[in-house]
């Protein structure tokens, strides 16, 4: 089992940036990928971007891209969201999620097993 906490939200002004943290323990070294999802109030839980630990590859969706950054710290099994001009269509609870199983599928919910508790994000116009 891999256990994973967030850390980074806060209150900030459009435009502003912000930094999330993921930190995972437990059973990281079967962790293929690990990602970012959001969840904004009455919506569902949406993809924002994933990084591979072999490789480094990462994935974003179309509506956080050259705004936001992945990053990974494979060392201390830490991953990053830099999230650069904020909008307040970017407010939501900001879930980290963890793929032990190499799914492959990484802009969607289903091809993560572990998810961290949320942190919120809120973006004022």
């Known amino acids: 089992q891999v256990q994973l906490v967030e850390s980074g939200g806060g209150l900030v002004q459009a435009g502003g940036s912000l930094m999330l943290s993921c930190a995972a323990s437990?059973?990281?070294?079967?962790?293929?990928?690990m990602g970012w999802f959001r969840q904004a109030p009455g919506k569902e839980r949406e993809f924002v971007a994933a990084i591979r630990w072999i490789g480094g590859n990462t994935y974003y969706a179309d509506s956080v891209k050259a705004r936001f950054t992945i990053s990974g710290d494979n060392a201390n099994k830490t991953v990053y969201l830099q999230m650069n001009s904020l909008k307040p269509e970017d407010t939501a609870v900001y879930y980290c999620a963890a793929d032990r199983y190499y799914s492959g599928n990484y802009f969607s919910r289903y091809g993560y097993d572990s998810w961290g508790q949320g942190t919120q994000v809120t973006v004022s116009s």
């Open positions: 437990g059973r990281t070294f079967s962790v293929d990928a």
